[in-house]
């Protein structure tokens, strides 16, 4: 709330009204900021922030209005894909990862069949008995299942495929949606 | 009223002109579509949005914007910035994976190197 003889947000400021005592505005929109809000009515418009901000517990606001402004800077940036660019280019960063690691996986397999303590002599690498294939296979796989669902967590995909090589912003607007997690850190 | 009046005419009860620009966007059989962008955006943002843009990024330009108030509408704290969350954590994730792979890899070798087989 703001104290007597303090001057007016960055909304009311913007806006030309009288900053209200209990304006929703002003938490977030301090006046000191005025490209905040600026940029986040252009986008969304004020009315439409005031009504998402009212629907949303008092502790979710802060997150919530960084999280727009976050989404409007990424659209006045690329006006034809804001964020979905975004989304595209990192996508595009795991898959390639997803590769170098696959690749990484398999040479790392190879070497510790190739180097296995117990094979002495030419045939035996040849000759692993079931339990040391099971046992290699099986760590090997664990390392690529559990990075696979990790991917498909943060694609947020249902379908569990990975994408082709370079993802384009149409193909992320195909994917389904589930809960994505917190955010923790964003572009500056 | 006319029946071939875009899905966002239909939604804000006006006449479709012929030059209406949301009509290429918008068709009829999709209200939801256009619903969830006017819910986030607003029928006059988006208007202005599409007009400063060249007719041929339009099309995209819409799917994004819908994808993004899709999203809005489904985490109303953090849209799609969850899902760039996600992905940033994931990145860091595999590069660790890969750089302790790779380190391994090289402990390998260096191992192989000094007792050859």
């Not at chain 1, 795991?94 to 170098?100: A, E, F, K, R, S």
């Amino acid at each position: 709330m703001r104290g007597p003889g303090s001057s007016p947000c960055a909304s009311c400021k913007l806006l030309r009204r009288r900053c209200a005592k209990e304006c929703i505005f002003a938490p977030y929109f301090p006046p000191d900021d005025p490209h905040k809000f600026a940029i986040v009515h252009k986008v969304f418009g004020a009315s439409n922030v005031s009504k998402m901000l009212q629907e949303l517990p008092v502790h979710q606001r802060a997150d919530a209005v960084n999280s727009l402004v976050f989404e409007a800077n990424a659209r006045v940036r690329d006006p034809v894909y804001g964020c979905v660019g975004a989304i595209s280019y990192l996508q595009n960063q795991v898959t390639q990862l997803q590769m170098q690691l696959a690749v990484a996986q398999t040479e790392i397999l190879c070497i510790q069949m190739q180097h296995e303590p117990a094979l002495q002599s030419h045939h035996e690498v040849f000759e692993l008995d079931q339990d040391d294939k099971a046992h290699l296979l099986h760590s090997n796989n664990n390392s690529i299942n559990n990075c696979n669902n990790n991917y498909n967590l943060a694609y947020a995909m249902s379908s569990g495929q990975l994408n082709s090589n370079f993802a384009s912003p149409s193909s992320i607007i195909q994917m389904q949606m589930q809960d994505p997690l917190k955010q923790e850190s964003l572009w500056t | 009223m006319n029946p071939k009046r875009c899905a966002a005419c239909k939604y804000l009860r006006r006449r479709c002109p012929k030059d209406c620009i949301f009509s290429p966007y918008f068709p009829p059989g999709d209200p939801d579509k256009f619903a969830c962008i006017h819910r986030i955006y607003g029928a006059g943002n988006v208007s202005k949005m599409l007009q400063q843009l060249p007719v041929q990024t339009r099309a995209e330009a819409v799917e994004s914007l819908s994808f993004e108030a899709k999203c809005r509408v489904e985490d109303p704290v953090y849209g799609c910035v969850g899902i760039i969350s996600l992905l940033q954590t994931e990145i860091q994730k595999t590069q660790t994976l890969l750089a302790r792979t790779q380190a391994e890899i090289a402990v390998a070798q260096a191992k192989h190197s000094q007792n050859p087989s």
